[in-house]
């Protein structure tokens, strides 16, 4: 028995560091306890209920065929990248046409006059869209770039597919920041780019802010 457990632990250990890396569940709970530490609330189970239910990212969408879903930092839309608190926990995928899809949608937590949480299902808006076609490139961030480590930068050419909503310029492409939370987590992203973006196949390609701008049609 004692064999047969150490074994089921052995392999149980790499698939449990790929789950919580993938839901980013350490750094999410440490930002809970972080905050709660500073405010010092008097109900410390209520604050987290409203952290848990306001913060956490979102489902997946069970209507689109996925190659991969988890969950990142994103940069706040006109975000500093090198302030810790303008970085959120957010839902990302990639679906089979190359589109890197961020979710923004969050659930709708109110205090009621007991005292009490009240929690209603998250709205669910189009999620911002970066189609990783023709054009499209990323590369890491260094610590003079992002407050986060593992930082990376997507810059897609403008299009039909890429919404203006929430989005960055630079360059004319429209340029998303996200932060995995270990180099491995950083790699399969990039791994699961490289059929659609050029950053993968050509590394020493110069970055998206040093490339050519774009003439929007």
Request: net charge negative; with cysteine; hydrophobic share 40%.
């Amino acid at each position: 028995m004692g064999e047969a457990a150490d074994g089921n632990e052995a392999a149980d250990g790499p698939a449990l560091d790929g789950y919580m890396q993938q839901h980013q569940i350490q750094p999410f709970v440490q930002e809970m306890l972080t905050e709660l530490f500073a405010a010092l609330p008097e109900d410390p189970y209520e604050y987290m209920t409203y952290h848990l239910a306001s913060r956490r990212p979102v489902r997946p969408p069970q209507d689109q065929k996925l190659i991969s879903s988890g969950v990142l930092w994103a940069l706040l839309p006109g975000g500093d990248p090198m302030s810790p608190e303008q970085w959120r926990l957010r839902r990302c995928w990639l679906t089979e046409k190359g589109i890197l899809c961020v979710s923004n949608s969050a659930a709708d937590v109110v205090r009621d006059d007991a005292g009490g949480v009240v929690v209603s299902p998250p709205e669910d808006p189009a999620p911002q869209e970066y189609p990783l076609e023709k054009g499209a490139t990323h590369r890491e961030l260094d610590e003079a770039e992002a407050a986060r480590p593992f930082a990376f930068q997507v810059a897609v050419k403008p299009g039909p597919l890429a919404h203006r909503a929430d989005k960055e310029l630079d360059g004319g492409r429209w340029v998303l920041q996200l932060a995995a939370s270990s180099e491995d987590q950083r790699n399969e992203w990039f791994s699961l780019f490289a059929p659609f973006s050029q950053a993968a196949a050509l590394p020493s390609m110069a970055p998206p802010s040093e490339l050519p701008p774009v003439n929007e049609e």
